[in-house]
């Protein structure tokens, strides 16, 4: 098939902009063929571009003959370009369609499509993923990243009101962040280096030059685990506090979590819609739970921990029957935390840490960090850590190194408490996991 040029021609209004009140007006509209309908006497097709779609009706005696023509050529999701006057129509979707006069077809696509772009043909999450552009057309899955688009906008505008500047740390790193295997190894020239698990050691530095500083960032954990919540390389909000506690930053991080949910709530109500998703704005301050509450939760529902142990998974989803909106719980084992978590003085085997949940998924740890370089020493030795692997470190404490707090948040997993999504895939728009790394 012989193809049309864009030419001259620019885009004069959106699809979804597209209203009864444009009667009679001449418009340029670009897009893809969502649906094709001939119906004898009349024909037409549906034009969506990222703002919605229209209805192209091209009715006998009213369109030029070689706009019939080409419209016999059309197939889904053709990238057409459309040259039409509006014209009122209450039959039509939205109550408006365009009678064209000019018809460009500027690409076709290849048959049969590896999936149904409208979302009518259900098609399982790898499917999805290996075509993934196709399946962002999805009206479901084209909500989700709009949503992303405004909970990033609002983490950021929220942060820097609040007096925090925004900072980028290395990916490229010498020595684990926080120990551990969890590390991706990378040849770097002569010598091994592994991509960043954390910007935890960096943004606790750059605190004693600007005092708060955030981040919005990829990482990287080569975790084996393959759950609905786990992927490889993730987005990582990220704030750190000089002279603040666990508690300082607790609130910040409701407040930021209560700003976010009441912007996606008035910016996006269309795409919640279109997911069928209501998120209440969630009134502070959230619930506070300590690792020894949540224990005792369980135990009455017949799930045993053992003190000192992370909350496995089937006592996660426990919780979560019990608690099914954000809380925070607080006061966790010192043994559980990573090295640079405070212990509290009175009671050393527990520290100045917290987990944001929501229903059973965490959300974000944080909490009171060491500022005293013999305290962060001890604490290396004691979780089988070198304190000489983080010379480059420790020796930042030298120069003055104030109280200080912070925590990190995980971008996806807010997404699926906002979005109602039960995997984490859905709300990535490329995931790496164990076995994905295409497309």
């Given at each position: 098939?012989?193809?049309?040029?864009?030419?001259?021609?620019?885009?004069t209004?959106?699809?979804?902009?597209?209203?009864?009140?444009?009667?009679?007006?001449?418009?340029?509209?670009?897009?893809?063929?969502?649906?094709?309908?001939?119906?004898?006497?009349?024909?037409?097709?549906?034009?969506?571009?990222?703002?919605?779609?229209?209805?192209?009706?091209?009715?006998?005696?009213?369109?030029?003959?070689?706009?019939?023509?080409?419209?016999d050529?059309?197939?889904?999701?053709?990238?057409?370009?459309?040259?039409?006057?509006?014209?009122?129509?209450?039959?039509?979707?939205?109550?408006?369609?365009?009678?064209?006069?000019?018809?460009?077809?500027?690409?076709?696509?290849?048959?049969?499509?590896p999936?149904?772009?409208?979302?009518?043909?259900?098609?399982d999450?790898?499917?999805?993923?290996?075509?993934?552009?196709?399946?962002?057309?999805?009206?479901?899955?084209?909500a989700?990243?709009?949503?992303?688009?405004?909970?990033?906008?609002?983490?950021?505008?929220?942060?820097?009101?609040?007096?925090?500047?925004?900072?980028?740390t290395?990916?490229?790193?010498?020595?684990?962040?926080?120990?551990?295997?969890?590390?991706?190894?990378?040849?770097?020239?002569?010598?091994?280096?592994f991509?960043?698990?954390?910007?935890?050691?960096?943004?606790?530095?750059?605190?004693?030059?600007?005092?708060?500083?955030?981040?919005?960032?990829?990482?990287?954990?080569?975790?084996?685990?393959?759950t609905?919540?786990?992927?490889?390389?993730?987005?990582?909000?990220d704030?750190?506090?000089?002279?603040?506690?666990?508690?300082?930053?607790?609130?910040?991080?409701?407040?930021?979590?209560?700003?976010v949910?009441?912007?996606v709530?008035?910016?996006?109500?269309?795409?919640?819609?279109?997911?069928?998703?209501?998120?209440?704005?969630?009134?502070?301050?959230?619930?506070?739970?300590?690792?020894?509450?949540?224990?005792?939760?369980?135990?009455?529902?017949?799930?045993e921990?053992?003190?000192?142990e992370?909350?496995?998974?089937?006592?996660?989803?426990?919780?979560?029957?019990?608690?099914?909106?954000?809380?925070?719980?607080?006061?966790?084992?010192?043994?559980?935390?990573?090295?640079?978590?405070?212990?509290?003085?009175?009671?050393?085997?527990?520290?100045?840490?917290?987990?944001?949940?929501?229903?059973?998924?965490?959300?974000?740890?944080?909490?009171?960090?060491?500022?005293?370089?013999?305290?962060?020493?001890?604490?290396?030795?004691?979780q089988?850590?070198?304190?000489?692997?983080?010379?480059?470190?420790?020796?930042?404490?030298e120069?003055?190194?104030?109280?200080?707090?912070g925590?990190?948040?995980?971008?996806?997993?807010?997404?699926m408490?906002?979005?109602?999504?039960?995997?984490?895939?859905?709300?990535?728009?490329?995931?790496?996991?164990?076995?994905?790394?295409?497309?």
């Amino acid at each position: 098939m012989e193809l049309d040029q864009q030419g001259s021609w620019r885009r004069t209004a959106y699809a979804g902009e597209v209203n009864a009140d444009q009667e009679g007006s001449e418009v340029i509209v670009f897009g893809w063929v969502q649906d094709v309908r001939d119906l004898g006497g009349i024909k037409f097709f549906v034009l969506r571009d990222r703002s919605g779609s229209v209805q192209v009706t091209l009715p006998r005696g009213k369109v030029p003959e070689e706009v019939f023509e080409k419209f016999d050529k059309l197939q889904k999701e053709f990238v057409v370009g459309v040259k039409g006057v509006v014209r009122r129509m209450e039959k039509a979707p939205r109550g408006v369609e365009i009678i064209p006069n000019e018809l460009r077809i500027l690409n076709v696509t290849k048959h049969p499509l590896p999936l149904d772009p409208t979302g009518r043909t259900p098609a399982d999450i790898d499917t999805r993923l290996n075509a993934r552009i196709l399946d962002l057309r999805r009206p479901e899955s084209n909500a989700i990243f709009r949503i992303a688009h405004v909970v990033l906008q609002s983490i950021r505008a929220f942060l820097s009101q609040k007096g925090f500047i925004e900072v980028q740390t290395p990916k490229i790193i010498a020595s684990a962040t926080e120990g551990g295997a969890a590390l991706f190894p990378i040849a770097y020239f002569d010598r091994e280096a592994f991509l960043a698990q954390s910007p935890q050691l960096y943004k606790e530095q750059l605190i004693a030059a600007f005092e708060k500083v955030f981040e919005i960032g990829p990482f990287f954990r080569a975790e084996e685990s393959h759950t609905n919540r786990h992927i490889n390389e993730f987005i990582s909000v990220d704030i750190e506090e000089a002279f603040a506690d666990a508690k300082d930053v607790m609130r910040t991080l409701e407040e930021l979590v209560q700003h976010v949910v009441k912007e996606v709530n008035e910016k996006c109500k269309a795409e919640l819609n279109t997911l069928k998703q209501e998120i209440p704005v969630p009134e502070l301050p959230l619930m506070r739970i300590t690792y020894d509450e949540a224990l005792e939760i369980l135990r009455k529902k017949g799930v045993e921990v053992s003190w000192g142990e992370d909350i496995p998974t089937p006592g996660l989803r426990a919780l979560g029957q019990e608690l099914p909106g954000f809380y925070f719980i607080v006061d966790w084992p010192t043994a559980t935390r990573p090295f640079y978590i405070k212990p509290y003085e009175d009671r050393p085997h527990l520290c100045e840490s917290f987990d944001l949940m929501h229903s059973w998924i965490e959300l974000a740890s944080g909490g009171t960090r060491i500022h005293q370089r013999e305290e962060l020493e001890k604490r290396l030795v004691e979780q089988g850590l070198n304190p000489a692997s983080f010379e480059f470190h420790l020796k930042v404490f030298e120069y003055g190194m104030p109280p200080h707090a912070g925590w990190g948040l995980g971008l996806a997993r807010l997404l699926m408490a906002i979005t109602g999504r039960d995997n984490i895939r859905e709300v990535v728009l490329f995931p790496r996991d164990r076995f994905r790394l295409t497309p």
